[in-house]
């Protein structure tokens, strides 16, 4: 599970240091009724699987805070951050479910986000980022996908051969 976590933090590119202080922003804006900036940093921190973050955005698409109300992407976050399991988040979700008209659209948002960001699809996503391989020269190119053709390892990105081991 802790894997799990740090994979998805270094997916977002945040650090879990910065999680917290991003948190904090997020809800310092929210507390200050700045509800645009407040709904950004909660969108970001909800993208890489952040519960309360995604549990925040729900409301804030519920109450039309930062955003237009709508209750089928409301529905969609909450039902990401049911996926922890906490009773409260489930029966939350369960009751938005309820309250909404048409449930067919609602599921079928909430199916589009939970394939994009629900917990499964973030843990594939950082195993297929995490399972690539790289070649770093230590040049301000930078790194890129290998390719082994003659014998040497070419940098597809730029077209910059580099000799592999054993080759003269």
């Not at 948002?109 to 070649?135: P, T």
Request: charged share 25%; hydrophobic share 35%.
């Amino acid at each position: 599970m802790r894997f799990l976590w740090v994979t998805l933090l270094l997916l977002g590119g945040i650090a879990h240091a910065d999680l917290n202080e991003e948190l904090v922003i997020a809800d310092g804006y929210y507390q200050n009724q700045d509800y645009g900036k407040a709904f950004k940093r909660y969108k970001s921190l909800a993208k890489i699987g952040d519960s309360f973050s995604q549990y925040q955005l729900s409301l804030m698409y519920l109450n039309g805070q930062g955003t237009k109300v709508k209750e089928n992407e409301a529905y969609g976050w909450s039902l990401l951050a049911a996926q922890t399991g906490d009773e409260k988040m489930i029966s939350y979700s369960t009751d938005l479910l309820s309250t909404i008209d048409n449930k067919t659209k609602a599921e079928s948002v909430a199916n589009k986000l939970m394939n994009k960001y629900g917990r499964e699809a973030l843990a594939e996503r950082s195993l297929r980022l995490a399972s690539r391989k790289h070649i770093c020269t230590g040049s301000r190119l930078g790194c890129g996908p290998q390719t082994l053709v003659s014998g040497h390892d070419y940098r597809t990105d730029v077209g910059v051969a580099i000799p592999s081991e054993g080759s003269n």
